[in-house]
């Protein structure tokens, strides 16, 4: 696969982020581009490069590890502590199945 | 739309309240302002006809829940709130540029999602995203943790930002964990100034309850290259080089949770501030006592006196006075609340050791919030005006040195921190 086209689902969070940065709104999802295999790695560097206010919201702009209260979700599987290059499901490198950016739950 | 408030509390969500729903809400009584407030106006003339104002007087507000701009006239008798900025997000600070008044900077910061920075160039009323890689430079050393054990520094937030006296460009950032940045391009880029992270007694330093945090920094008004900052738990330390090298400034102060109460770091330095006319001169608010020096921190003296309590979090000098400071007493390190449930600000006019409490406005019974660190701020106006914020949200104001207090927000969310900007 030399390119694939990842369904991203973004906190709320975040989406306000960008739309009060000045940009349009994202929707529901937003679709990157990236090398294939798409890796979350890979996703999060196109999310980056489309949404530059997004840097360092996901994973440490020194190390690239994921933020510790941040999860990626694909087809219903916790992908967040494989590899940052460890291939996405087929659903998600299809565009079929999104991947899911979820934030740890708050409450108390 | 941005939620407004008035003085007398009451908010509402239309930009121009009708007259009739506002004395309806005022317990029938004409308000004291109507007041316009989608917007954060900027020095000059706002309001409707006829109730126009001039801004004078500029308190941003840092909360659990994002920032508040509250503006007034040089009276300060009424104010408009403006808010929430940056909603959901915890803000620990915001800070005026003393070189440009438009220029703003925040640092809104979430567990989830790390630091951002925020910058405006009028004055609140719109802002950009700036930089926010904070990264350390070099070796990433150690520092104790709170059981003993050694922890690598890790970058959690920005506690405190410094606009530069000089250059509205730059501007200085205080972290957790403890260490300096600073930016010369408006807040895009933010170095490390690593010599005090590196300095030799860092191993040594620990966090307090709070973090281990950098959450003061004070530029010498005769040469701003010449600066302190109070670290929690290290203390202080100058640098007479605009932050390359550093050295400790705690003699004289004991702390007894220490295995050597008076080692040259390790104290849990709450906050300390100065008079520009006299330098030299700092106070203290610390973990337990209140201190002072006249040596510009190379050495210090107890100076608590007759306090209710010498424990507490920050500590102001009266911007024309620099013999009167005020603190906020509470109770204990285990009791984060004023004596007797009564919240007092105690002012002393002679330089410390004698202190009055000033009550008049203030909640008297049954008040246990806390003010914290950041969160206690004058303006310059004459006579000078004091702002105070609770972690239970209230903002309270004197426009007459502490003697009487109102109320400008009630039911905010936690206040982190309070500055001033004075306009006028």
């Given at each position: 696969m030399t390119e694939a086209t990842v369904r991203v689902v973004l906190p709320t969070a975040l989406r306000d982020l960008i739309r009060s940065s000045g940009?349009?709104?994202?929707?529901a999802d937003v679709s990157v581009t990236v090398a294939?295999?798409?890796?979350w790695g890979r996703v999060l560097a196109a999310l980056e490069t489309r949404y530059?206010?997004?840097?360092?919201?996901?994973?440490?702009?020194?190390?690239g590890a994921r933020r510790p209260l941040i999860r990626f979700f694909a087809c219903g599987t916790d992908?967040?502590?494989?590899?940052?290059d460890q291939p996405l499901p087929d659903p998600v490198q299809l565009g079929r199945e999104p991947l899911l950016i979820v934030t740890a739950v708050a409450g108390g | 739309m941005p939620l407004c408030l008035r003085i007398c509390g009451v908010a509402t969500r239309e930009e121009f309240a009708p007259r009739r729903r506002a004395r309806a809400e005022n317990g029938g009584r004409e308000p004291r302002t109507v007041t316009p407030c989608g917007t954060v106006p900027r020095h000059g003339r706002c309001g409707r006809a006829g109730e126009v104002a001039e801004v004078a007087v500029r308190v941003l507000i840092g909360t659990r829940k994002g920032a508040f701009i509250a503006t007034s006239d040089d009276t300060r008798r009424s104010w408009s709130v403006t808010g929430?900025?940056?909603?959901?997000?915890?803000?620990y600070h915001v800070q005026a540029s003393p070189v440009d008044p438009d220029r703003l900077y925040a640092a809104p910061s979430r567990g989830w999602f790390g630091q951002t920075i925020q910058r405006s160039d009028d004055g609140g009323r719109s802002w950009q995203l700036v930089g926010n890689d904070f990264r350390y430079d070099g070796e990433i050393g150690d520092h104790f943790w709170y059981d003993g054990t050694l922890r690598p520094w890790h970058f959690t937030r920005v506690w405190h930002l410094a606009p530069s006296p000089v250059d509205a460009n730059t501007v200085y950032a205080g972290t957790e964990d403890a260490a300096l940045f600073v930016s010369s391009d408006g807040g895009q880029t933010w170095p490390e100034l690593t010599g005090l992270r590196c300095?030799?007694?860092?191993?040594?330093w620990a966090p307090g309850a709070g973090g281990l945090c950098l959450h003061t920094i004070l530029f010498d008004p005769r040469d701003a290259t010449r600066m302190h900052v109070a670290i929690s738990a290290a203390g202080v330390l100058r640098s007479d080089d605009a932050g390359l090298t550093w050295r400790t400034a705690n003699r004289g102060l004991r702390s007894d949770?220490?295995?050597?109460?008076?080692?040259d770091v390790g104290h849990c330095v709450h906050k300390i501030a100065r008079h520009p006319a006299r330098p030299d001169v700092l106070f203290m608010q610390k973990h337990w006592d209140v201190m002072r020096s006249d040596d510009g921190g190379d050495s210090w003296y107890e100076i608590?006196?007759?306090?209710?309590?010498?424990?507490g979090f920050p500590i102001a000098v009266h911007p024309h006075d620099p013999d009167t400071v005020y603190v906020v007493p509470i109770t204990s390190d285990t009791e984060h609340f004023p004596p007797e449930g009564r919240l007092r600000i105690y002012r002393s006019r002679?330089?410390?050791?004698y202190w009055e409490p000033l009550s008049k406005?203030?909640?008297?019974?049954?008040c246990y919030v806390n003010v914290l660190r950041d969160a206690f701020a004058t303006d310059e106006l004459e006579p000078c005006g004091l702002y105070v914020g609770t972690t239970g949200g209230q903002i309270y104001a004197s426009a007459d040195e502490g003697a009487t207090w109102t109320t400008i927000?009630?039911?905010?969310?936690?206040?982190l921190s309070v500055e001033v900007q004075t306009l006028r």
């Open positions: 940009a349009a709104d994202p929707g294939g295999p798409a890796t530059p206010m997004l840097r360092g919201t996901l994973r440490d702009q020194a190390t992908v967040s502590h494989t590899d940052a | 929430p900025l940056f909603a959901g997000w915890e803000v300095h030799d007694t860092a191993p040594n949770f220490l295995p050597q109460p008076e080692a608590s006196g007759d306090l209710p309590s010498d424990f002679t330089g410390g050791r406005g203030l909640p008297q019974e049954h927000g009630r039911d905010l969310p936690a206040v």
